[in-house]
């Protein structure tokens, strides 16, 4: 093997060359599996916002006749703001992409978000799998390359800006879902919860983002 003998290795190198792999694997499988079980649910709940699309407001539309706890953010802000962050990401020249990583970007983020949701939802924040789904987008985003024979040094920096991207999706989608769940136990209006979270969200990347900047900047 060109990494030597097992019996020749301390744990990190075992760890680094072969375990970390399997359970990336093993997580990504997981993974996979939820989602095919969510598949369901996913569906009835696309149904159901995008049947809000068509209904017409008036005095006694959905907004009186949607109970107050089951009011979420309308599907057109939903649809419209994936869109907007999706060609956001894509013309971004600080994230040096071009339309096929974020395409990945995109593909990747529906299906782990939507894991690290469920399972977060049903386990807790403590089980979200992000460093799994992340080593298993890097590790699928590199085979996509080999096979493209995108292989230059500049497309290294573009597969760890798509796994860094999802791995970002995941971890928000994880805890988005956790704050949902115990605003529905506490009987607290989703709307105003994805509301508050949208505010901290973009506040947080914008003061973030800066001060990564002025430290990259700093000598």
């Known amino acids: 093997s060109p990494r030597g003998l097992v019996a020749g290795m301390d744990a990190g190198a075992i760890r680094n060359n072969y375990i970390l792999f399997i359970g990336a694997g093993a997580v990504a499988t997981g ?4 989602l095919a079980r969510a598949i369901p649910t996913i569906i009835r709940a696309f149904r159901r916002g995008m049947g809000t699309l068509a209904e017409r407001r008036s005095d ?5 006749a ?3 706890v089951e009011r979420d953010l309308s599907m057109r802000v939903v649809l419209g703001g994936s869109l907007a962050l999706a060609l956001a990401i ?3 020249p600080v994230l040096d992409i071009n339309p ?4 990945l970007i995109v593909l990747f983020g529906f299906f782990f978000v939507t894991v690290s949701s469920r399972i977060t ?3 807790g924040s403590s ?3 992000i460093s799994g789904m992340t080593v298993a987008t890097l590790l699928i985003t590199c085979g996509l390359f080999v096979v493209i024979g995108w292989t230059g040094v500049e497309f290294k920096a573009m597969a760890l800006t798509t796994a860094a991207l999802v791995c970002v999706a995941a971890s928000n989608g994880g805890t988005i879902a956790q704050d ?3 605003g529905h136990l506490v009987g607290a209006t989703p709307r105003a919860q994805q509301i508050a979270i949208l505010v901290g969200v973009v506040t947080s990347a914008i003061v973030i983002g800066f001060v990564l900047q002025l430290l990259n900047e700093s000598s």
Request: glycine share 14%; hydrophobic share 45%; proline share 11%.
């Open 31 to 34: 993974g996979f599996i939820a």
């Open 60 to 64: 006694a539309g959905p907004a009186t």
């Open 66 to 68: 949607t109970p107050r």
């Open 90 to 92: 894509g013309i971004a």
């Open 100 to 103: 096929v990583s974020a395409l």
């Open 121 to 123: 939802g049903e386990i």
């Open 127 to 129: 089980s979200n799998p």
């Open 180 to 182: 949902l769940k115990t």
